[in-house]
């Protein structure tokens, strides 16, 4: 699973739900916020991404390091995990609020569900109840 909140983190949960492990790296947010505010004259960007990598002005280089930057971290994380983990085959879920855009961008993602915090939240309700 992949969360692109405000931190991105990466989780290894098996096909009974045993978590095996996981990544947290800034989430693109606050790594944007770094660069408008503790940075000298970077402005705050749009996050998206730009039409070329290598950019010609400031607000396209800033989106294509902020955006690409984490559609790479991204594959180069699932693939590590995959690699390690001898799980080839695991299907890559995403959600948060950047977690549909990211996964338009990579063929590492299989599927964006953006109420899986809620469904997961929903579970563990249904469990207590009983």
Known sequence: MADYGT???Y???TAEGAFLG???SPGVKISANALWNDTANLPEIEIKCPE???AKDTITAMQAGLFLGTVGQSQYIINKIKAESGLKDIKVVAT???GKMISDYTDEIDIYDRNLTLKGLQIIFDKQKK
Request: net charge negative; glycine share 20%.
């Open 7 to 9: 931190a991105t983190t």
């Open 11 to 13: 989780d290894l949960i």
């Open 22 to 24: 996981g990544v947290i």
């Open 52 to 54: 070329h990598v290598v």
């Open 96 to 98: 948060g609020g950047l």
